[in-house]
Each structure stands twice: as structure tokens, then as C-alpha cells.
């Protein structure tokens, strides 16, 4: 009797620590996956888009995640990352500014495709880029990264597997400025070889009329 009780009570036991224990559920073959992004204020993670420009000194942390009914994706796991651990107290380069970028890439049975396992471990980078790169162009400086046409992130470094589609995004130069369209370049090369081309045409004038003497004309 006493052997029966012992044996009830360990398997009671078991069973409690067995669900208190932490688990991932399996993923939902149909579920949305996303890369989503979060900004840290240093004490914990802040929703943010990829298109933001985050400025110098600050901490982003991406994830691939399930995000169901178009909600936003998880935010990363583990502790927040420390700017002056990762980048040090040097100062940013003129034209740059340096960002800390982190990435999870989600919880191999809970967010994965089925299927698909994630690399084994994120990424920690301190990163350099131009003082108006964008969060998805810094991402770009610590791993490939590919774009939908919406600017979305859709991959990094070539996770998840399944998703062939998107343009590889690159990162964005010290020192670039936005808003300047290729035709109005153009223009410009265009204008300022006109006013090249009519300085030379004035200058061959003058040369030529001072090399007539006063009260005479050039015979052709």
C-alpha cells in the first residue's frame, strides 16, 4: 500500500515539473511569419519599423517570429544588449553614427517553418552607417539581408530558407544623401556642361576680335 502511494506521488510530481517546465508549442504550418524589429530604451524593447532612422548610440533588436492576423512579430529573447559593451566609448566617424544590432532568429519549434531549423546562434554587431541609414540598412551592415518591394525584410542571411523572393538590400554609405533623384543629376551634368560649352565658344570670340586691327576687315 505504502509502495503503491509512493509510486502515485512520485508520478504526481513528475507530471508538475513536466508542465511547469518551459516548452515551445509547435508551430502553426499556416501561421504568418514576419522579421520584425524593436528599439531598446534600456529597459526593454520599443516597436519601431524598418524604416526608421535611428540615430547614434542606439540598440535594435530584430526577430523572425510568428505574427498571426498581421499582429507584430515577437520581440527578441534574452537580455538587452548594452551599446557601451558592444561599441565601446569611441566616438562615431564624421558622417556616421554607430548602432548596436542584434538578432534572434526565433524559437526553432514555436516560430520555424516546419521543416526548417534557425542558424544555431543570433548575431551581436556594432555597426557603422551613414547618419540617415535606416534600421533595415543598418541590419544590412551585420548580415545579407533581402527586401520586399514594401521595404519589408523578408530574409536574413538567407533565413528562413523558403523565402527565394525579395532584393538584396545594401547598406547605406557614410556620408549619402536621400531625395536626390538620377534624372535631376543628370540634369545638372547637362546644365553645367551647356555653360561649359558657352564659356569656350565666348572665349574664342575675344580671342579672335582682338586679333583684328581697328578699321580693317578679315578677308575670308
Known sequence: ??????????????????????????????AARTWSVRQSDGTAWLAATAGDSPPDGSVLGWRFSVAPDGAAGESPGGDLPSFQAVCGK??????????????????????????????????????????????????????????????????????????????????????SRPGLPITLIAGGAGALALLAGGAVAATRRRSRTAGRRPGTFQHR
Open 1 to 30: 500500500m505504502l509502495r503503491a502511494y509512493r509510486v502515485a506521488a512520485g508520478a504526481a510530481l513528475g507530471a508538475a515539473a513536466l508542465l511547469s517546465f518551459p516548452h515551445s508549442a509547435p508551430a502553426d504550418p499556416g
Open 90 to 175: 569611441d566616438a562615431a566617424a564624421s558622417g556616421h553614427k554607430r548602432v548596436v544590432v542584434a538578432v534572434d532568429f526565433g524559437d526553432g519549434d514555436a516560430d520555424a517553418y516546419p521543416g526548417e531549423r534557425p542558424p544555431g546562434q543570433g548575431l551581436l554587431k556594432c555597426v557603422a552607417g551613414a547618419e540617415n541609414a535606416t534600421a533595415a540598412q543598418l541590419l544590412a551592415s551585420a548580415a545579407k539581408v533581402r527586401v520586399n518591394g514594401q521595404g519589408a525584410v523578408v530574409a536574413v542571411a538567407d533565413y528562413p530558407s523558403r523565402e527565394k523572393g525579395g532584393t538584396e538590400l545594401t547598406a547605406a554609405a557614410a556620408g
